[in-house]
């Protein structure tokens, strides 16, 4: 049995309406980017035309609200690809940015700020999650597996690290599963709904040239203020497959937003454990991400064997490998 993520029974979250100075607060807190999905409006002008234009707008947008709906004008976007490595021919070497209509953001980011709240009053994140979370950051995370770390080498122990790789993670989010969970964590859903349905995009390449709208019914949208919360939100189960001593050995994930590194630790002569151990923590979150839709580069995922120099030496005349989705992972320097 999958375990239960918290019940909320004291406080449960219904989008409510929201003030002319929060529909101010919000706009204004939006960076002046000039890329928009239509071409037509960008966020700076929605600054300077506030005084003009507040009210209308903040009636727009409690309509949405109250009515748990979203137009479909709001929820057509370009996507431009950029290119990240290798060679220019191969589409996997680019990544995705979505760029949607500004109202889209506008709404989006009325709504995020109160998920952010609900979830922090309610100590709902992820403890181990680092990625798009106010006072976390890539330093953060990298303190966490640090810390983790050192007190093993402090205690002459050795640790198994490895840094599993998830391929286009934010793109394979099955709407119903977030959907699902949404309800789980007690967030009324009907308004995500209408959000996550109907949306359409179009490829825009350098050159200008567009391609013809497709539809788009899975994943979440980078480029938006909503995509990486709602990952979040979709992936905060994946912290109950793992757990934080197996046998005596401690246990450690952490995770910026896909990245995950897993390590364990323990008494150099227990490495055969360390890595049963590690085996095990694998296959359950390869079959957890498989149910959920994720797919798992294990060619690309490392594992790395840490510790003192006498803790080094005595891995070294044991060397270990670690099987992961049927590859055999070699320790890397």
Not at 24 to 35: A, E, Q
Not at 100 to 105: L, Y
Not at 295 to 302: F, L, P
């Amino acid at each position: 049995m999958a375990p239960r993520l918290p019940r909320v029974h004291s406080d449960s979250l219904r989008l409510v309406p929201v003030t002319l100075e929060e529909l101010r607060r919000t706009i204004f807190s939006l960076p002046n980017k000039t890329s928009v999905a239509d071409g037509v409006v960008d966020i700076r002008l929605m600054k300077l035309a506030f005084p003009i234009i507040g009210r209308v707008l903040l009636q727009v947008i409690n309509c949405s609200i109250v009515t748990e709906s979203v137009p479909e004008s709001w929820k057509t976007a370009v996507v431009i690809p950029l290119h990240k490595k290798g060679e220019l021919t191969a589409a996997e070497n680019f990544r995705p940015i979505t760029n949607v209509p500004v109202i889209s953001k506008i709404i989006e980011k009325v709504v995020c700020n109160q998920v952010d709240l609900y979830m922090k009053r309610n100590h709902l994140y992820s403890t181990d999650q680092h990625g798009f979370r106010s006072g976390h950051s890539t330093a953060t995370a990298l303190v966490s597996v640090t810390d983790h770390l050192l007190e093993a080498v402090d205690r002459g122990d050795v640790s198994l690290l490895t840094l599993i790789d998830l391929s286009r993670a934010f793109d394979v989010v099955h709407h119903q599963t977030l959907l699902d969970q949404l309800q789980q964590l007690q967030i009324a859903p009907g308004w995500f709904s209408s959000y996550l349905g109907g949306h359409t995009q179009r490829v825009r390449l350098a050159g200008g040239e567009t391609s013809e709208p497709l539809p788009i019914n899975i994943g979440v949208f980078q480029g938006s203020c909503m995509g990486p919360m709602l990952y979040n939100i979709a992936t905060i189960s994946t912290a109950c497959y793992v757990p934080t001593d197996i046998d005596g050995l401690p246990v450690r994930m952490t995770r910026y937003a896909d990245d995950t590194q897993l390590a364990i630790s323990g008494p150099r002569h227990r490495l055969p454990d360390i890595q049963k151990a590690l085996e095990g923590v694998l296959d359950t979150l390869a079959t957890h991400y498989m149910q959920t839709g994720m797919k798992v580069n294990a060619a690309k995922t490392e594992l790395m064997i840490i510790g003192d120099r006498t803790a080094l030496r005595d891995a070294a005349a044991r060397p270990a490998q670690v099987q992961f989705v049927g590859e055999s992972l070699q320790p890397t320097p």
